[in-house]
């Protein structure tokens, strides 16, 4: 598989349960970054979390890295129908490049 | 809260013709960029563009692509001689320096018929 595989492609949940999304990559990097993407419309910024974090936060927000396992996992919690929308993991190695993983699809049902 | 902006929101042109997506950066930032997402695939990198010169470029970014920086606030993408298969949601980015967050713009619908 390429770098930045989202795992599941696809999640269904109900409004107020936590929403998990995982990301694999292959190569070394410098940082990983999630992004969210309503339908045809841009990426908006999630959360840069860096080689040498494990953890980071941001409101409903969590991000945690494992770079022995070359994975990184995201959780909404207490999710809302508003946070329907294609999430997706970015590597970034050398140089300022970012590889796009394929996206989970979420769905928060109300 | 700055944001990259970008025009046209949608464009649709024959095959052959030429194509110009304008962008605007992020004010004080240095480093841009271009991607592509075609219909229901990945997003791609196309270029990085860096003190007036293009830093990085991917298979995609061939001789019927070119960037320019014309003007201290706009950053373009032209596309010579368009094909179907270059039909797809452009997306220009910046970021303040390297290895920091990168920021996108919406995006420019590009339809070629």
């Known amino acids: 598989s390429q770098q930045g595989e989202e795992d599941p492609q696809a999640l269904s949940i109900q409004e107020g349960e936590n929403a998990t999304m995982n990301c694999s990559y292959k190569t070394s990097i410098n940082n990983l970054q999630w992004y969210r993407q309503n339908s045809g419309r841009g990426l908006v910024h999630l959360i840069l979390i860096r080689s040498n974090e494990r953890e980071k936060h941001s409101g409903r927000l969590r991000v945690t890295l494992d770079t022995s396992k070359k994975s990184s996992s995201l959780l909404i919690t207490a999710s809302r129908a508003a946070d329907t929308a294609s999430y997706f993991c970015?590597?970034?190695?050398?140089?300022?490049?970012?590889?796009f993983g394929g996206g989970t699809r979420l769905m928060v049902k109300p | 809260e700055p944001e990259v902006t970008q025009t046209p929101s949608h464009q649709v042109t024959q095959m052959g013709q030429e194509v110009i997506l304008r962008c605007v950066p992020i004010s004080n930032h240095l480093y841009f960029y271009w991607y592509r997402q075609i219909l229901g695939q990945k997003v791609e990198f196309l270029v990085s563009f860096y003190n007036n010169e293009i830093s990085e470029k991917s298979e995609i970014f061939d001789d019927q692509f070119s960037v320019e920086r014309p003007d201290g606030s706009n950053f373009t993408l032209k596309i010579r001689s368009t094909k179907l298969e270059d039909s797809a949601m452009y997306f220009c980015?910046?970021?303040?320096?390297?290895?920091?967050?990168?920021?996108f713009g919406e995006g420019s619908w590009l339809t070629v018929v």
């Open positions: 970015a590597t970034n190695n050398a140089g300022n490049m970012l590889t």
């Open positions: 980015a910046s970021s303040a320096t390297v290895g920091n967050t990168i920021y």
